[in-house]
């Protein structure tokens, strides 16, 4: 299933198809693809190039694993994500390596790292959904996290599967229209909430 996005103005045809569906095949992911995930995590710019992010990967290869890290999500996250092939969950090391200092950036350059990795993933036609829903405690104690990492997000990866294979609550969330603010609502100038005069036109 395709929802390209209805853009104001010109973006990448990768950017324009990025969308987060809860519809998933059960089609394995290949090795070699999650690979280039991480290949382009690894690529993302960070403060300092400290690199702050880890992955805690399952795949349904092994299915122990994919049920571990599945019971860390909420439950309505849970009804829908157990059939995608790979989950995981980004992690932030909290602290400079250089300093011990915090670094107050560690979580944007995890964000910086994931929106690598979901381009690529629409480049090798997957879809990437990440999940706030979950609980970072239950991931930190099941996985040995230590204390100065702490859990970001939930993520599911897998190819697009069917509407119908989602439970009847979902199905409507997934078929509705896509919708931003538009940018005259966060680009600002000369003080703060005062539209740019180029995006007012």
Known sequence: MEKPAQTDHPIIELLKRRWSPRAFSDQMVEPEKLLSLFEAARWAPSSFNEQPWSFVLATKQNPAEHARLLSCLVEGNQQ????APVLMVSVAKLNFDKTGKPNRHA???????VGNLMTQAMALDLF??????FSP?????????????????????GYGGEVEDLPESLRERELGPRSRKPIQEFVFEGRWGQASPLVLG
């Not at 979580?107 to 790292?113: I, T």
């Not at 990437?128 to 829903?133: I, K, R, Y």
């Open 80 to 83: 829908w994500a157990r059939q």
């Open 107 to 113: 979580f944007y350059d995890v964000g910086m790292a």
């Open 128 to 133: 990437v959904h990440q999940m706030a829903g």
């Open 137 to 157: 405690e239950k991931v930190a104690e099941l996985y040995k996290i230590p204390d100065e990492f702490e859990p970001v997000a939930a993520i599911a990866i």
